[in-house]
Structures are given as structure tokens and as C-alpha cells.
């Protein structure tokens, strides 16, 4: 059973950083596709970030490219989102997701993700 759990969270000041940590377990994930999603008060859950397990092949969503970075360690089958230059607008709960053997046309695509971790609150102040 695949379990991910998050940390990392937090209140930070705008133009701050936070890192958020999904630690992995229960498959071998060599195969997988790690993603972040966030999903802000009274709107949907959205795509930030993603990383092939395989060969650290990364994706961003436009509005988080060259602010944050999504990188895994293997030897912890940990996933993290360093995220730099926060703005109010990326308050939000931060989701981390797995699924394998994904196309990069879908890897951005909610309903293709089968596991979720409990997420995480991150809340930039003005």
C-alpha cells in the first residue's frame, strides 16, 4: 500500500521560502511519477509540479517556474518542493501525489493520480 506523507508547511512572509518533504513508502517507486498540486480556499486543486522517479525529468506549472524546485532523494524515497519568492497567491494546501508509468500529456492531469498524501498548509502573508 503506498502511503505519502507530508510536512513542510507552514506561515511565512511574502518573498520568503518554505521546503516541503513527501516521504514515500510501500512500492518501489523507480517507475513513478512524484507530483505536487495545491489547492487554494474555494477553488479546484491545480498542478504545481511533477518529477519522474526514473531520471529526474522535471514540470512546472507556469505560475510556480523559476520560484520553485521539485527534486527527490532516492536513498530517503523523498520528494521535496522548495519553493522561493512566495506570494499571497500561492497560500494553499499543498497535496503530494504518485502514479506510475505516466505519459508527460497527462502527468498534469488530477484524475490520473491514484495516491495522495493528507496535505499540507501553506500560508504566505502580505
Known amino acids: 500500500q503506498v502511503q505519502l506523507v507530508e510536512s513542510g508547511g507552514g506561515l511565512v512572509q511574502a518573498g520568503g521560502s518554505l521546503r516541503l518533504s513527501c516521504a514515500a513508502s510501500?512500492?518501489?517507486?523507480?517507475?513513478?511519477?512524484m507530483a505536487w498540486f495545491r489547492q487554494a480556499p474555494g477553488k479546484e486543486r491545480e498542478f504545481a509540479a511533477a518529477?519522474?522517479?526514473?531520471?529526474?525529468?522535471?514540470y512546472y506549472a507556469d505560475s510556480v517556474k523559476g520560484r520553485f524546485t521539485i527534486s527527490r532523494d532516492n536513498a530517503k524515497n523523498t520528494v521535496y518542493l522548495q519553493m522561493n519568492s512566495l506570494k499571497p497567491e500561492d497560500t494553499a494546501v499543498y497535496y503530494c501525489a504518485a502514479e506510475a508509468t505516466m505519459s508527460d500529456y497527462v502527468l498534469r492531469r488530477i484524475e490520473y493520480y491514484d495516491y495522495w498524501g493528507q496535505g499540507t498548509q501553506v500560508t504566505v502573508s502580505s
Open positions: 518529477i519522474r522517479w526514473s531520471d529526474g525529468s522535471r
Open positions: 510501500g512500492r518501489t517507486f523507480s517507475s513513478y511519477v
